[in-house]
């Protein structure tokens, strides 16, 4: 069973940064695709950020767009997700999930998810 292993999250003000961490146990790390979702209080859990296997491709959601990073490396078996210029709206319990040798689709497998608070 892969395991997915989040950390990073905490409390920051509006304005400043936060770095999640994702690790994977599976030695096959290379051919997973991660991604980031959020969900936030009430609401439905939303897209955030990709990394793509193979191409190591990135994508993010429009709300992230330029305020975000997405990074892997793959000695570690860790991805990265740099958040800079928090907002109050990025508060969120954020989860990382992985798609072995695909992009799209079903998720294989989801972390427990580490929380992001941002105070104004």
């Known amino acids: 069973q892969v395991q997915l292993i989040e950390s990073g999250g905490g409390l920051v003000q509006a304005g400043g940064s936060l770095r999640l961490s994702c690790a994977n146990s599976?030695?096959?790390?290379?051919?997973?695709?991660i991604d980031w979702f959020r969900q936030a209080p009430g609401k439905e859990r939303q897209f955030v950020a990709k990394?793509?296997?193979?191409?190591?491709?990135?994508y993010y959601s429009d709300s992230v767009k330029g305020r975000f990073t997405i990074s892997r490396d793959d000695v570690e078996n860790t991805v990265y997700l740099q958040m800079n210029s928090l907002k109050t709206e990025d508060t969120a319990v954020y989860y990382c999930?992985?798609?072995?040798?695909?992009?799209?689709?079903?998720?294989?497998?989801w972390g427990q998810g580490t929380q992001v608070t941002v105070s104004s």
């Open positions: 999930a992985a798609r072995f040798n695909r992009d799209y689709g079903e998720v294989d497998y």
């Open positions: 990394i793509a296997w193979g191409t190591g491709r990135t």
């Open positions: 599976d030695s096959r790390f290379r051919q997973y695709t």
